[in-house]
């Protein structure tokens, strides 16, 4: 079955970028998303981050923080990333703003706060196609190594889902299994568009 995924993290750079290019490289029909109020990046101090707006394409970050401090921003592996999404995507795109977008059949978020965004937007949306999305949160740290690891899993988990004829009668299994495969513990919800 060909499933619609939404990969959501905080700011659509990293953990969700990561799983989006993955995804995207297998055929998927991937989008991503971040549902912060900025999209904000690692600057030279834990207090001086850099903060966009969301819809700023990827390559003015890159050229910014070039020009700031290419060293620094190559070193803490910033500028690799903006380089990987630029081939992803123009932009990061809030969450939400995305009903536009029409419905998933799955969003897959990497952090509980995420997590409980996403199911708090959807609510609040008028549910006029009762179509169902299952919401799935894999916790994921937010940084690089951590988040090529959850791209990995993500990918898999996708696999999974996609393999079977409706995920609706057999979620309980497949989460259980992904659960003892990979020792990571998920939330999921299933709600309605």
């Known amino acids: 079955m060909k499933l619609r995924y939404a990969m959501v993290c905080s700011s659509n750079q990293n953990r969700s ?5 993955l995804l995207k490289r297998e055929g998927f029909d991937v989008a991503s998303y971040g549902t912060g109020q900025h999209v904000k990046l690692p600057g030279p101090s834990i207090r001086e981050p850099n903060v966009y707006d969301f819809g700023t394409p990827y390559k003015h970050m890159f ?23 630029l081939g992803v995507k ?9 009903a536009a977008d029409g419905p998933f059949d799955v969003v897959l978020t990497f952090e509980e706060k995420v997590f409980d965004l ?8 008028n549910q006029v196609l009762l179509k ?13 190594e951590e988040a090529a690891v959850g ?10 889902l ?6 609706e009668d057999t979620i309980d299994d497949i989460i259980n299994n992904f659960e ?14």
């Not at 996403?118 to 949306?125: F, K, S, Y």
């Not at 169902?132 to 994921?140: A, F, H, K, M, S």
């Not at 791209?151 to 999974?160: D, I, M």
């Open 17 to 21: 970028m990561e799983a989006h290019f």
């Open 63 to 85: 050229d910014d923080l070039r020009r700031k401090d290419l060293e620094l921003y190559k070193r803490n592996g910033i500028l690799p990333m903006l380089k990987r999404n």
């Open 118 to 125: 996403v199911l708090e937007d959807i609510h609040n949306r």
């Open 90 to 98: 123009l932009a990061p795109q809030r969450w939400q703003e995305n």
């Open 180 to 193: 003892k495969q990979h020792r990571r513990k998920l939330l999921y919800s299933i709600s309605f568009y």
């Open 162 to 167: 996609d393999a079977t004829e409706n995920w």
């Open 132 to 144: 169902p999305v299952l919401v799935i949160n894999l916790e994921v740290k937010d940084n690089h």
């Open 151 to 160: 791209g990995r899993q993500a990918l898999l988990l996708c696999q999974e």
